[in-house]
């Protein structure tokens, strides 16, 4: 059974770091694109990062650019997603993804849409205070 489980997030103060986990199981983790999104009270979901399968490609949402980095690990199955300097306003629920349809084709490019992934963690919750 496919499963992605998130770690890390937590309350710390603008201009903190956090490093955010996400651990796969039950699929050939390495040949699928990873997806970060979240999700602020009222607002929709939107994309923040993603990573190709094999880390051959990574993007990012205008809006953490330079301040976030994805990465992946295979050996673990995980995908980290590093926050620098956070603001306020990335307050929101942490959901990373992953793409399984047509993966040997899909790209982790331009913008990062939520219903081009297929299956979803559970979530962890950002709280950055000002």
């Known amino acids: 059974q496919l499963e992605l489980v998130e770690s890390g997030g937590g309350l710390v103060q603008s201009g903190g770091s956090l490093r955010l986990s996400c651990v796969a199981s039950g699929f050939t983790y390495d040949y699928y694109t990873i997806g970060w999104f979240r999700q602020a009270s009222g607002k929709e979901r939107e994309g923040v990062s993603c990573i190709s399968r094999r880390g051959s490609a990574t993007n990012y949402a205008d809006s953490v650019k330079g301040r976030f980095t994805i990465s992946r690990d295979d050996a673990k199955n995980t995908v980290y997603l590093e926050m620098n300097s956070l603001k306020p306003e990335d307050t929101a629920v942490y959901y990373c993804?992953?793409?399984?349809?047509?993966?040997?084709?899909?790209?982790?490019?331009?913008?990062?849409?939520?219903?081009?992934?297929?299956?979803w963690g559970q979530g962890t919750q950002v709280t950055v205070s000002s």
């Open positions: 993804a992953v793409r399984t349809r047509d993966a040997w084709i899909y790209s982790c490019v331009g913008t990062i849409y939520p219903h081009e992934y297929d299956y």
